[in-house]
C-alpha cells in the first residue's frame, strides 16, 4: 500500500465514475479498458504503436513471463517497462488464474494451440501450487510470495494479489474455503510487500466469493479492510450475464468510494457499459485481441454482440470497410474482403489490422463512456451505446 | 509490349545504370529491390507501410492468387492493387517457378510448412502443367495462356512470361529442350496478351538457359527479339556465387541497353552489389522478409554473411539495438533482448518488427547503390558496401 492515494474521481453520473489513476510511470484516466500484453508485447502490435492508439496502460501477466523468459531476466533488463519498451503504466495479473486454469480444466486455448509441452498441477496446498511448466516440462512452483516476488522484479505499476479464481462449477463449500484461503494468501501477499516491493508499487487485493452474495460480501469487506490500493473483482461470475451483473453489484456494495476498482477479464461492450455504470473503473480482456487474431472485428451492432466474424462467406466480395467512421488502417485503407481472404488464409496482416481495429473501437467506446459521465449524460449515452449508435458517431 | 519504352536510364558508372521505371501505376526508380508480397500482402505489414518504407513497387505471384483467393474474384473487386489497396506499380511473377519447383522436389518451404494438402504436379508436356491444388487437391491446369490470363485479370504493371525455371541439378540436354520450350511458350503468351492484356500492361520475357554459357546467349537474344518491354534473369544460376554471377553477366552481354532488366529471385547483399555493378535494375527475393520472420536480422557486416540471427544465445541479454544507425521501429525503440525473446516465444510482434527492419536496411542498400551510380562512384561504393562500411553511414 503507497503513502498515498492512487485514484481522484473527477465526476460522477449515478454509480458511474470518472476518474485518474496515478502510478508510478503516468496516469491513466478511467474508466479505461486495459489491453492484453500477457506475454510482454499486445500481439501483432509494438508498443509505440498501443500508445499511438491512445492507450495509458497494458497488462502483463505473472505467470507466462515467470515461465518466458523469467523475471530474473526482465530485473537483469531493467524491468518489464525497459524490456517492452512501454513507458505508461503497467498492470500485472497475479498468475493465480493461469496456474488454477491448469487444474480446473481450462487452460487458455491459446496455450492449448501453440506450446509443446502440456503445463499441469502437481499439487495445491496452503503454500501455493506446485505445476509443470507449459515450455520444458520442468516442475515450478507459484504461491502468494513467489507471485509478488515476481511482480516486483517486473516492476509493474500495479501489483495483483495472488489468489484462487474459483470455477463456476464448484459448490458453495469449495468457494467459501477458497475465498478464506485467497484471504490468508492476500495477508502473505502484504506481508511479503512490506518487506520487499519497491516502494512505489501499488497493490490490488482480489475479491472472491463466487456468485454466493454473502461470500462476495465477505470478501469484498475482507479486501477493502486490508492495506491495498485498490480492488479487483475476480473469480467465477456467473454463467450468465444477468448474474454477473449482480455479483459484479453486491461486490461494488461494499467497496469504499474512493479505491480504484478493476473488473477481471471481462470485455464485451455490453458488460463494460454496465459494469462502468455500477462503478468499475478498468477492465481488461483477452476478447478484443484474441477475436482480431482470429479474424472477427468488434462492431457498433448488438444484434451480432458487437461482432463481425470476417472469414464468414458474405464478406468474400465485400468491398465495404468494416465501419466507414471508423479510423483504424483497417477501415480508412482495406475492404472487408481483403480482411476476409487474408484470415482465411492465416496471414499475419490480417490479426494485425483486425487487432488494430477492435483496440481502437474499444478505445473509442472507453473515450464515450468516460466523457458520458463527465457531462452527467451516462444514462443516456449508454442506452444510445446499447441500442448500436455510439461509440461511432454519425 | 507497350507502344512506348518504359524505361528511361538517368546515369551509369561502368555497366551498372540508374534509372526509372515508368509504369501504368507510377515510376520506379532503379535500381531497386521489390519485396515480396506473393500472396497480396507483404506479410505481416499493410500496404501503406510498404509504401511508408519507400518502396515503388512489389511482387505478387500469380500461382499463389490463382490458387487463393482466384483471379476472377481479384478482377471482381477491381483487380490487384484496389484489392491489396497498394496504389503503386506491381510485378507479376508468372507462377512457373511455382508450378515447377512442385516437381523439382522444392516446393517453397513456406508452403510446405502451411498449407494442409500436398500440391503434387500429375503433367507437364507442351501445353504446360496440370497439378493438384495445395489447398483442396482440386486438379488446376497452368500453361502459357493462363497465366497470362491471370495476369491480365490481377491488373499487374508488369506482367512475366510463364516459364520452366529448369533447376540446377538436370543436364544440359534437358536444359536446352526446356529452354526451347520457354521460348514457344513465349511466343504463346506474347500472342495471348497481344489479344486479351490490356493495353497498359507492360511485360518481362524470362531468359533461361541454365549454367551454360550458349543456352544463355541464345536464350537472352531470342527474348531480347520478342515483342517484350523488359527481361528478366531466371532458372539456375548456379550452385555458387561465382558460377551465379558469371551466367548473370553472359546473359546481360547479350541484351540491348535499353531494355530494363530484372534478376528473378536474388537477395543477397553481395549478390546485389554485383549484379547492379553488372547492370541488373530490379530484384525480388524472398530472403529478406522470410529472415525477417524467423528472427534473422540483416545487418552491415560481411563476415556473417550480413545476418544476425536474434534467436541465438548471445543475444539473451544484448540490451543494444540491432544497429543503433537503423532508422527502423525496432532499432529505434527495441533491444535484441527484446527481439530474442520474442522470436523464440514465436510471437508475431517479432515477424514484424525484424520484417520492418529488414525491409528498411535494403532500401537503405538500395537507395545508396543508385546514389552512388547517379554521383560516379559504384565502383568505391560497392567496395565500402562489401566491406561492411555502408549502406548504414557513421
Same mark, same amino acid.
Request: one cysteine or more; glycine letters at 10%.
Given at each position: 500500500?503507497?503513502?498515498?492515494?492512487?485514484?481522484?474521481?473527477?465526476?460522477?453520473?449515478?454509480?458511474?465514475?470518472?476518474?485518474?489513476?496515478?502510478?508510478?510511470?503516468?496516469?491513466?484516466?478511467?474508466?479505461?479498458?486495459?489491453?492484453?500484453?500477457?506475454?510482454?508485447?499486445?500481439?501483432?502490435?509494438?508498443?509505440?504503436?498501443?500508445?499511438?492508439?491512445?492507450?495509458?496502460?497494458?497488462?502483463?501477466?505473472?505467470?507466462?513471463?515467470?515461465?518466458?523468459?523469467?523475471?530474473?531476466?526482465?530485473?537483469?533488463?531493467?524491468?518489464?517497462?525497459?524490456?517492452?519498451?512501454?513507458?505508461?503504466?503497467?498492470?500485472?495479473?497475479?498468475?493465480?488464474?493461469?496456474?488454477?486454469?491448469?487444474?480446473?480444466?481450462?487452460?487458455?486455448?491459446?496455450?492449448?494451440?501453440?506450446?509443446?509441452?502440456?503445463?499441469?498441477?502437481?499439487?495445491?496446498?496452503?503454500?501455493?501450487?506446485?505445476?509443470?511448466?507449459?515450455?520444458?516440462?520442468?516442475?515450478?512452483?507459484?504461491?502468494?510470495?513467489?507471485?509478488?516476488?515476481?511482480?516486483?522484479?517486473?516492476?509493474?505499476?500495479?501489483?495483483?494479489?495472488?489468489?484462487?479464481?474459483?470455477?463456476?462449477?464448484?459448490?458453495?463449500?469449495?468457494?467459501?474455503?477458497?475465498?478464506?484461503?485467497?484471504?490468508?494468501?492476500?495477508?502473505?501477499?502484504?506481508?511479503?510487500?512490506?518487506?520487499?516491493?519497491?516502494?512505489?508499487?501499488?497493490?490490488?487485493?482480489?475479491?472472491?466469493?463466487?456468485?454466493?452474495?454473502?461470500?462476495?460480501?465477505?470478501?469484498?469487506?475482507?479486501?477493502?479492510?486490508?492495506?491495498?490500493?485498490?480492488?479487483?473483482?475476480?473469480?467465477?461470475?456467473?454463467?450468465?450475464?444477468?448474474?454477473?451483473?449482480?455479483?459484479?453489484?453486491?461486490? !461494488?456494495?461494499? @467497496?469504499?468510494?474512493?479505491?480504484?476498482?478493476? $473488473? +477481471?477479464?471481462? =470485455?464485451?461492450?455490453?458488460? &463494460? #457499459?454496465?459494469?462502468?455504470?455500477?462503478?468499475?473503473?478498468?477492465?481488461?480482456?483477452?476478447?478484443?485481441?484474441?477475436?482480431?487474431?482470429?479474424?472477427?472485428?468488434?462492431?457498433?451492432?448488438?444484434?451480432?454482440?458487437?461482432?463481425?466474424?470476417?472469414?464468414?462467406?458474405?464478406?468474400?466480395?465485400?468491398?465495404?470497410?468494416?465501419?466507414?467512421?471508423?479510423?483504424?488502417?483497417?477501415?480508412?485503407?482495406?475492404?472487408?474482403?481483403?480482411?476476409?481472404?487474408?484470415?482465411?488464409?492465416?496471414?499475419?496482416?490480417?490479426?494485425? !489490422?483486425?487487432? @488494430?481495429?477492435?483496440?481502437?473501437?474499444?478505445? $473509442? +467506446?472507453?473515450? =464515450?463512456?468516460?466523457?458520458? &459521465? #463527465?457531462?452527467?449524460?451516462?444514462?443516456?449515452?449508454?442506452?444510445?451505446?446499447?441500442?448500436?449508435?455510439?461509440?461511432?458517431?454519425?
Amino acid at each position: 500500500m503507497l503513502d498515498r492515494p492512487i485514484f481522484e474521481i473527477d465526476a460522477r453520473t449515478g454509480r458511474a465514475r470518472a476518474g485518474v489513476l496515478r502510478l508510478e510511470h503516468g496516469e491513466v484516466r478511467t474508466p479505461a479498458f486495459v489491453p492484453l500484453a500477457s506475454t510482454g508485447t499486445v500481439k501483432g502490435l509494438h508498443s509505440a504503436e498501443v500508445a499511438a492508439l491512445g492507450y495509458e496502460m497494458v497488462l502483463g501477466n505473472t505467470f507466462h513471463l515467470f515461465i518466458q523468459p523469467g523475471h530474473e531476466q526482465i530485473a537483469r533488463l531493467s524491468g518489464l517497462h525497459e524490456f517492452m519498451s512501454w513507458r505508461r503504466p503497467i498492470i500485472t495479473d497475479s498468475g493465480g488464474f493461469q496456474v488454477f486454469s491448469m487444474g480446473h480444466g481450462s487452460v487458455a486455448e491459446e496455450i492449448k494451440r501453440r506450446r509443446p509441452g502440456e503445463s499441469r498441477i502437481l499439487s495445491i496446498d496452503e503454500e501455493g501450487v506446485r505445476f509443470r511448466s507449459y515450455l520444458d516440462g520442468s516442475e515450478r512452483f507459484m504461491g502468494p510470495e513467489t507471485s509478488m516476488e515476481i511482480q516486483a522484479a517486473l516492476g509493474s505499476d500495479i501489483a495483483l494479489a495472488f489468489d484462487e479464481c474459483t470455477p463456476f462449477h464448484v459448490d458453495r463449500d469449495y468457494t467459501a474455503r477458497s475465498t478464506q484461503r485467497t484471504h490468508r494468501w492476500l495477508d502473505r501477499c502484504i506481508s511479503w510487500r512490506e518487506r520487499h516491493a519497491p516502494g512505489w508499487q501499488a497493490f490490488f487485493g482480489i475479491v472472491q466469493g463466487g456468485v454466493y452474495e454473502d461470500l462476495r460480501l465477505e470478501s469484498a469487506e475482507r479486501i477493502a479492510g486490508s492495506r491495498v490500493d485498490g480492488v479487483a473483482v475476480g473469480g467465477s461470475l456467473g454463467q450468465e450475464k444477468a448474474q454477473m451483473r449482480e455479483v459484479v453489484e453486491w461486490t !461494488l456494495r461494499a @467497496l469504499p468510494e474512493q479505491l480504484p476498482r478493476h $473488473l +477481471l477479464g471481462i =470485455g464485451d461492450v455490453d458488460d &463494460i #457499459v454496465h459494469a462502468v455504470g455500477a462503478g468499475i473503473d478498468t477492465f481488461d480482456c483477452a476478447t478484443p485481441t484474441r477475436l482480431g487474431r482470429h479474424g472477427t472485428a468488434l462492431v457498433q451492432d448488438p444484434e451480432s454482440r458487437w461482432r463481425m466474424d470476417l472469414t464468414r462467406p458474405p464478406y468474400r466480395e465485400d468491398a465495404r470497410p468494416i465501419d466507414e467512421r471508423c479510423p483504424c488502417p483497417a477501415c480508412r485503407e482495406h475492404t472487408r474482403a481483403y480482411l476476409h481472404y487474408l484470415a482465411r488464409a492465416n496471414e499475419i496482416t490480417a490479426a494485425r !489490422l483486425v487487432t @488494430l481495429h477492435n483496440l481502437t473501437f474499444m478505445k $473509442l +467506446l472507453m473515450d =464515450g463512456l468516460r466523457a458520458a &459521465i #463527465v457531462e452527467g449524460r451516462y444514462e443516456e449515452h449508454a442506452r444510445r451505446v446499447l441500442a448500436g449508435e455510439a461509440p461511432y458517431e454519425r
